[in-house]
């Protein structure tokens, strides 16, 4: 639940198309848990050089995989590139 | 006369196997999964050269170049089956080869078959946030003749998606399962490759005395395949855009 609040709000916050984000206290709180997940990286500090790469290599190396659930090792994969690339 | 008794003969065989393919037969049988040589060839000849984030290269020769295999385990009994990865990922774990590989095995989800009732789930609990259990549809498959020996079995080749899955399954094991969800060959999947990894059968125990339990997932929203891949769809738009 929370990795897919954060990476929604990730990638609310880089796309282009710029879509207002209202954060309440639930937020908040789901960010406040991912800085401690992470190590201390804030999520906003690395953010943007670690979204372009982590889609990137997320569609690499999920490119032929499996057509049983294709999509769903897709997100896998984001969330562990982009977690890895700000944990460094 | 002679007739007869060949008659007693066949019907005492053709009972044998059958009590045999249907009731009391179970077994657990551990595979182990590695980079496919022929992927990581295809990466570092032709995809590698095309990327040019020098960070990215370097994470994803982590993942190509990794040796360390990863253990799963098919435990099947009665007709029903369930495959899972034995270790669990951890979201704190260092190793991103190993976390990487684990995904392609099959990551956290639970593949459950059961050939009785022809009910044949996947339950996720990481893609999208909540746990949710789907339909998993059968594949056809495409049977060929080609043939080797596997762990002492003989095994037969199998493909399916325009060769892009490829099965070794042996007749000699009448279980319609193999790992990462994979089911509906007449006998029990020795090696697999799929994606960028192939799964190869280490150890085989048929009738083992304690007889493994397989249950039907539960704890999750029970969801239809089209339901599953609308609400991955929704997700995969908020990371990677339409069109993708």
């Not at chain 1, 090792?73 to 969330?79: A, D, G, P, V």
């Not at chain 2, 020769?61 to 435990?75: C, G, M, P, Q, R």
């Not at chain 2, 022809?118 to 060929?144: A, Q, R």
């Not at chain 2, 929203?221 to 990371?239: R, T």
Request: with cysteine; aromatic share 10%; net charge positive.
């Amino acid at each position: 639940m929370v990795f897919a609040m954060v990476t929604s709000l990730i990638a609310n916050s880089l796309d282009e198309k710029v879509s207002p984000i209202i954060i309440d206290s639930v937020e908040v709180v789901v960010v406040v848990v991912v800085v401690v997940v992470v190590g201390g990286v804030g999520v906003g500090e690395g953010a943007s050089e670690c979204n372009a790469p982590a889609r990137k290599g997320a569609l690499t190396l999920a490119e032929d995989q499996d057509d049983r659930s294709t999509d769903g090792e897709l997100m896998m994969i984001y969330k562990s590139l982009y977690f890895h690339c700000m944990a460094n | 006369m002679k007739l007869l008794k060949l008659c007693v003969i066949v019907a005492f065989f053709l009972n044998v196997t059958f009590s045999f393919s249907q009731t009391n037969f179970s077994g657990i049988v551990n595979y182990e999964t590695s980079i496919n040589e022929r992927k990581m060839s295809d990466y570092v000849n032709v995809k590698r050269k095309k990327i040019k984030n020098k960070q990215l290269i370097k994470t994803l020769d982590k993942v190509f170049l990794n040796t360390k295999s990863i253990k799963s385990t098919l435990l099947f009994s009665n007709g029903e089956g369930l495959f899972h990865v034995d270790d669990k990922i951890s979201i704190d774990e260092k190793d991103l080869a190993e976390k990487i590989n684990r995904i392609f095995s099959g990551g956290s989800k639970i593949y459950y078959y059961n050939d009785s009732t022809k009910n044949y789930l996947i339950k996720d609990c990481e893609s999208v946030g909540e746990c949710l259990i789907y339909d998993n549809t059968l594949l056809e498959w495409e049977l060929t003749q080609e043939s080797k020996i596997i762990n002492g079995y003989t095994s037969y080749k199998a493909t399916r998606s325009k060769g892009k899955v490829i099965a070794w399954y042996t007749p000699v094991i009448p279980v319609n399962f193999g790992p990462k969800g994979e089911f509906g060959l007449p006998g029990l999947i020795l090696e697999l490759e799929v994606g960028k990894v192939i799964f190869n059968a280490t150890k085989i125990v048929l009738n083992p005395k304690k007889q493994p339990k397989v249950e039907k997932p539960t704890n999750g929203k029970l969801v239809s395949k089209e339901e599953y891949n609308k609400i991955i769809q929704k997700a995969k738009e908020n990371v990677f855009g339409k069109g993708n």
